[in-house]
């Protein structure tokens, strides 16, 4: 065992900086020594991001869910498998809002455009929300209508599948961010 003191610590960081963050997967220039605040030992080098959200992790787990510290690995693990599960293709209703909030305020006028093309609006009804809150109003509408149909085909042998169309639809929605700024 060693102890490393504080002002040596900016140079074992250095010396042991992976070249990307071993739990997100990126590259950055923020790199910070990660440590076990139980027995207060190194574990190694991550991104400053992956740090903060260990320590949360670590706390909520610990303090809110009252859990044994040595156990939280296996639950990170039954976390990964739970959100590795085939989705249910049910919509919440604290879903659609948020797929709608980010319909307006995250999305380009154009890029609304298609994806309402893409539920089913013709291209006549779409030169008709001319203004972002009947866009809004149309996407909610349609997109309560896209989960409430039945989304999959049988092909002559009995085989199901989902719709492409459905499946691009899923795959958009998901991809909503905070990447674009919302257009007139």
């Known amino acids: 065992m060693t102890y490393i003191p504080a002002n040596k610590l900016a140079n074992w960081r250095k010396e042991n900086e992976p070249s990307e963050c071993p739990i997100l997967s990126v590259k950055t220039n923020d790199w910070v020594v990660d440590h076990d605040h139980l027995s207060g030992e190194v574990r190694g080098v991550?991104?400053?991001q992956a740090n903060t959200l260990i320590g949360k992790v670590e706390n909520i787990f610990t303090s809110m869910?009252?859990?044994d510290p040595q156990e939280l690995p296996e639950v990170l693990e039954n976390i990964a498998v739970y959100l590795r599960k085939d989705d249910t293709k049910i919509l919440h209703p604290v879903g659609l809002n948020q797929l709608t909030s980010r319909f307006k305020n995250n999305l380009l006028k154009d890029d609304q455009c298609f994806l309402?093309?893409?539920l089913g609006a013709t291209l006549s009804e779409i030169e008709t929300y001319n203004n972002v809150g009947k866009r809004?109003?149309?996407f909610k509408k349609?997109?309560?209508e896209f989960y409430e149909k039945d989304t999959t085909t049988t092909d002559p042998n009995g085989t199901q599948s989902s719709k492409g169309s459905d499946k691009q639809i899923r795959r958009l929605l998901l991809q909503i961010r905070g990447r674009y700024t919302r257009g007139s």
């Open 136 to 138: 809004v109003k149309a």
């Open 116 to 118: 309402l093309h893409l």
């Open 46 to 48: 991550i991104s400053r």
């Open 142 to 144: 349609l997109l309560k």
């Open 65 to 67: 869910c009252k859990g």
